[in-house]
């Protein structure tokens, strides 16, 4: 391919004659690193070694699914599907549940397509009940048949139905029953765990088909080609899902905490500033900026009411409330793909003095990321407003800090704050 074509943005996979059968994702799979590389940095004599080195593409491609699976197995995704008795789903149960607290809803139930829920009581309906939280009320089945078949949320009647589904297929619907209005922040938060949902379940069902087309000896490249594509299409959503959960239950525990500004994300982009002004690199600095996000994931388990007290709190409000972050670490625990954010969550009420909790650690015993979302909490809450008091103006709130460095703060992390405000 020559200079001209490059400069017209003429892709070298649309190009290239070393191409392995015009099967544009051949070299990049082919490199063995794991992960995706972009077509630009793919240069012709790159491409050319890399086809020549594949001698079998069948095997080949059996190689690259197998790589792919290890990667994506069912314990790096939501562990929802394969049972084969009705107490297995009793883990939907709890997730409607979780649901129904977070959203305060006397009811929620999960759905699934009866043609994937073994084990579960047979039945002439499309759907088979998987978990349940609360009493079921009229026309919440009729609704949420209609937000299956349609693929829309659906409203009507106190019924919210949101469906799960998949570019390949719809997997069942999370419905709710309330008869209040439910804020928008937590329809969005419902709409992301049905994505998660039935992204998790359907890459699963593709990892079995994979597992079986990798061992049967009369399978084409044509099919392996097909379900790598199929692969990695879902493992592509499921990582933008992913972080639309996150954004999302951020929002949803903002809405919680009755932040008239969206702290969570304010924090979030401090911490990102700081690791930046720090020179921390790019792996660290957006694990930072996940737990900035989800630093009061545990607010979002707690009562609207308990938010909006002019500061007036019980001793068990209270409790509840300080209580709040252990209860978020437990929740993301639980999360695959979030537990690598625990340790900053767990520790970002340390004090570089040691006078903190949980574990009374001091200085660089902390981990820098707790260190980092807590002075960038701190800073964020102080200039907000909230409903029992006004905003500082940001040199307020960065006089207090440079005056507790070094006993509530770290110094490094303060002086960083500084020189971005």
């Given amino acids: 391919m020559d200079n001209k074509d490059t400069q017209n943005g003429v892709s070298l996979f649309g190009q290239s ?184 379940i359907t890459l699963q069902s593709e990892i079995d088909i994979t597992h079986k087309l990798i061992e049967d000896e009369n399978s084409t490249v044509g099919d392996l080609q097909h379900i790598r594509a199929e692969l990695t299409a879902l493992i592509g959503d499921l990582c933008d899902y992913q972080q639309a959960f996150v954004e999302r239950l951020a929002n949803a525990v903002d809405a919680k905490g009755q932040y008239k500004v969206s702290h969570s994300k304010n924090t979030a982009n401090l911490a990102r500033q700081i690791c930046r002004e720090l020179g921390l690199n790019e792996k660290t600095t957006d694990l930072i900026y996940y737990a900035g996000l989800l630093l009061n994931i545990g607010k979002i388990a707690l009562p609207e009411k308990m938010f909006a007290t002019n500061g007036k709190l019980s001793p068990e409000d209270l409790k509840r409330i300080k209580n709040h972050s252990n209860i978020g670490v437990h929740f993301l625990m639980n999360i695959n793909f979030l537990s690598e954010v625990v340790p900053y969550i767990t520790y970002q009420t340390e004090r570089v003095d040691g006078s903190g909790t949980p574990e009374g650690l001091k200085g660089q015993s902390i981990p820098f990321g707790s260190r980092i979302i807590a002075a960038a909490d701190a800073f964020s809450a102080m200039t907000s407003d909230r409903p029992y008091r006004k905003a500082m103006s940001k040199q307020q709130a960065l006089e207090i800090m440079q005056n507790e460095a070094g006993s509530k703060w770290d110094n490094d992390v303060v002086q960083a704050l500084a020189h971005i405000i």
Avoid: R
Avoid at 63 to 92: G, H, M, P, R, W
Avoid at 175 to 183: A, H, R, V
């Fill in 17 to 200: 004659e070393y191409l392995m059968g015009q099967d544009p994702l051949e070299e990049i799979f082919a490199l063995n690193l794991g992960d995706f590389l972009s077509e630009h940095l793919i240069s012709e004599d790159l491409a050319k070694k890399i086809g020549s080195n594949v001698k079998d593409k069948k095997a080949g491609l059996k190689n690259q699914l197998s790589e792919l699976i290890s990667i994506y197995s069912l314990q790096n995704t939501l562990c929802v599907l394969s049972f084969d008795t009705k107490e297995d789903y009793a883990i939907y149960t709890s997730i409607a549940q979780s649901i129904a607290q977070m959203l305060e809803v006397p009811c929620c139930q999960i759905y699934l397509n009866k043609d994937i829920a073994k084990g579960l009581e047979n039945t002439d309906k499309k759907l088979s009940l998987a978990g349940v939280c609360g009493k079921e009320q009229p026309e919440m089945y009729q609704i949420t048949e209609m937000a299956f078949n349609s693929k829309d949320l659906t409203s009507a009647n106190n019924v919210t139905a949101v469906p799960m589904y998949s570019h390949l297929n719809t997997i069942g619907v999370i419905t709710l029953y309330s008869e209040k209005p439910i804020q928008k922040e937590y329809i969005e938060l419902v709409e992301s765990i049905a994505n998660l949902f039935a992204t998790s």
